[in-house]
């Protein structure tokens, strides 16, 4: 189908590690975001992945792209109270042009409850 | 990373009314912006694309006519909402392309009573 899709929700408790979970649809999609929604804000990028790298880690956060399965993570370690949010994946879809002219298509959002 | 500002952050305006939302690149030049809508507890749907020196590309289903979007400059776009009804009560979100990256604005809050 066309829409990319997340698991609604997710609880964790402070200090454990999160998994959120995303399936695209384009198998051409170029970049793959992660962004990061407070409430009532705008998006914070919070990292990307080429579509040929399997994995991308930057400190506390790893991207893990499975492409055969379109499949999309993104693992928080050791999370805290002021990492809950909702957190939205996106795919970039059409051809590569720098980057300037592509859209991206975001997903349903993951809410991510971090209890104390 | 960059930053984009969108101004104002909140607006109540009454039916009938347009609304005037800009988007600003406050520290690089962004040749396309994109603006979004977003519903309560949804996702962002992508209304057009906007390029600075040519005219948008909107998405199907999105009225050129009622999100009239101009992109006047390299670190500028704005939004207007014409002949606003309650029904495009919304949250309306900007960003900038900056290489592989795309930077959103803070939102702007659109009450229409």
């Known amino acids: 189908g066309e829409d990319v899709e997340q698991s609604l929700f997710l609880s964790v408790r402070e200090g454990d590690s999160s998994v959120i979970n995303c399936t695209y649809t384009d198998s051409s999609s170029t970049y793959l975001y992660w962004y990061k929604q407070e409430p009532g804000a705008g998006l914070q990028l919070l990292t990307y992945?080429?579509?040929?790298?399997d994995m991308k880690q930057d400190q506390r956060l790893t991207v893990l792209l499975n492409k055969k399965d379109k499949h999309l993570s993104l693992r928080i370690a050791d999370t805290q109270t002021g990492d809950s949010a909702i957190y939205f994946c996106?795919?970039?879809?059409?051809?590569?042009?720098?980057?300037?002219?592509?859209?991206?298509?975001f997903g349903t959002g993951t809410l991510l409850a971090v209890q104390p | 990373g960059a930053v984009v500002s969108q101004h104002p952050s909140r607006v109540i305006c009454k039916s009938g009314t347009s609304v005037k939302i800009e988007c600003r690149s406050l520290?690089?030049?962004?040749?396309?912006m994109f603006w979004y809508r977003q519903f309560p507890k949804q996702s962002l749907m992508l209304m057009a694309t906007?390029?600075?020196?040519?005219?948008?590309?909107?998405e199907q289903g999105v009225e050129k006519d009622k999100f009239l979007i101009n992109h006047a400059s390299l670190t500028l776009s704005t939004l207007t909402v014409t002949s606003a009804h309650p029904e495009d009560s919304s949250f309306y979100i900007c960003?900038?392309?900056?290489?592989?990256?795309?930077?959103f604005g803070p939102g702007t809050r659109l009450t229409v009573t």
């Open positions: 996106a795919e970039r879809r059409g051809r590569d042009y720098g980057g300037a002219t592509n859209k991206l298509i």
């Open positions: 520290d690089f030049q962004a040749t396309t």
């Open positions: 960003s900038a392309s900056l290489g592989n990256e795309q930077y």
């Open positions: 906007s390029n600075e020196g040519s005219k948008a590309t909107y």
């Open positions: 992945i080429f579509s040929n790298m």
